[in-house]
Antibody
Framework: QLQLQESGPGLVKPSETLSLTCTAS??????????WGWIRQPPGKGLEWLGS???????YYNASLNSRVTISVDTSKNQFSLKLTSVTAADTAVYYC???????????????WGQGALVTVSS | QSALTQPASVSGSPGQSITISCTGT?????????VSWYQHHPGKAPKLMIY???KLSSGVSNRFSGSKSGITASLTISGLQAEDEADYYC??????????FGGGTKLTVL
């Protein structure tokens, strides 16, 4: 059964780059039936889709993040990663990674999700 | 794109049925049958409940069901149980390889 685990620094300084990695076990990132996504939840707020990646490296991003997001994949390590540049306190959130299904080539549901990683932006 | 609109909170007594709405636009919910619903207990990973508007995720109780009419999708929970108390989020494909979530609904079981 596929499991996902986020890892990375829990504290990032303002204006610096947030970096997180999602490691998959029990399944392959190279499975062409799925996309792989990042979602976040700021304290007291709802979920926000950040972006997704296909095993071949094709990426899709939430335009509201103004090109600050980069997602990459390392199939040799069965991992995919998130980088968010120029962070501010507003980027403080729990960050989740998840496998994404697709229907007729369009991104669809998220399942399963990782447990989430709290990242705080503070000096 | 703007977040899908969900009621901030709903409540119901054990055994009752409740419905959570998720209103989008003709560019997302209204155009694609790619709405999914998630149950989120604080501190835990969100759980997929419904996908592609009406399909029940594996292992999820058939007390949960989904539907859509126009630009509004709905999640119905019948036979409400205490364990159903959680936050619920809808999500829709929004075209051009993008996705949008709803603002979330807190379900209270009285």
């Amino acid at each position: 059964q596929l499991q996902l685990q986020e890892s990375g620094p829990g504290l990032v300084k303002p204006s610096e780059t947030l970096s997180l990695t999602c490691t998959a076990s029990g399944g392959s990132i190279s499975n062409r039936h799925y996309f792989w996504g990042w979602i976040r939840q700021p304290p007291g707020k709802g979920l926000e889709w950040l972006g997704s990646i296909y095993y071949d490296g094709a990426t899709y991003y939430n335009a509201s993040l103004n090109s600050r997001v980069t997602i990459s994949v390392d199939t040799s390590k069965n991992q995919f990663s998130l980088k968010l540049t120029s962070v501010t306190a507003a980027d403080t959130a729990v960050y989740y990674c998840a496998r994404q299904g697709q229907t007729v080539g369009r991104m669809s549901w998220f399942d399963p999700w990782g447990q989430g990683a709290l990242v705080t932006v503070s000096s | 794109q703007s977040a899908l609109t969900q009621p901030a909170s709903v409540s119901g007594s054990p055994g009752q049925s409740i419905t959570i709405s998720c209103t989008g636009t003709s560019s997302d919910v209204g155009s694609y049958d790619l709405v999914s619903w998630y149950q989120h207990h604080p501190g835990k990973a969100p759980k997929l409940m419904i996908y592609e508007v009406t399909k029940l995720s594996s292992g999820v109780s058939n007390r949960f069901s989904g539907s859509k009419s126009g630009i509004t999708a709905s999640l119905t929970i019948s036979g409400l149980q205490a364990e159903d108390e959680a936050d619920y989020y809808c999500c829709s494909y929004a075209g051009s390889s993008t996705l949008v979530f709803g603002g979330g609904t807190k379900l209270t079981v009285l």
